[in-house]
Nanobody, 126 residues
Framework: QVQLVESGGGTVQAGGSLRLSCAAS????????MGWFRQAPGKERDFVAA????????YYADSVKGRFTISRDNAKNTVYLQMNSLKPEDTAVYYC???????????????????WGQGTQVTVSS
């Protein structure tokens, strides 16, 4: 089982930026599709972004498209989420997930990701 550790969360004013990191253990990082999900207070965990294991194809939730960018550095076993133009609605605990599955149009489905980090809190104030 791969171990995932998120970092980079914090508090930022609306319109600001943060970059989240998710470091993975093991030697098979490049074999995983990686995703970012978030869970706001009292809400269910929702999809944010995902990146493929091969060519780095990306997929975003409509709510973050144009503001967030997911990327990966396979040499560092790390996936990133660059978050710009942050809004108070982005406040949530952000989780990275990993899957060895082969999502086609289902990158946003939480159940496809069996491995998760502990989460990192992002708070956006107005």
């Amino acid at each position: 089982q791969v171990q995932l550790v998120e970092s980079g969360g914090g508090t930022v004013q609306a319109g600001g930026s943060l970059r989240l990191s998710c470091a993975a253990s093991g030697r098979t990082f490049s074999s995983y599709v990686m995703g970012w999900f978030r869970q706001a207070p009292g809400k269910e965990r929702d999809f944010v972004a995902a990146i493929s294991r091969g060519d780095g194809t990306t997929y975003y939730a409509d709510s973050v498209k144009g503001r967030f960018t997911i990327s990966r550095d396979n040499a560092k076993n790390t996936v990133y989420l660059q978050m710009n133009s942050l809004k108070p609605e982005d406040t949530a605990v952000y989780y990275c997930g990993a899957t060895e599955a082969n999502p086609t149009s289902t990158w946003s489905v939480q159940a496809l990701y069996p491995y998760w980090g502990q989460g990192t809190q992002v708070t956006v104030s107005s």
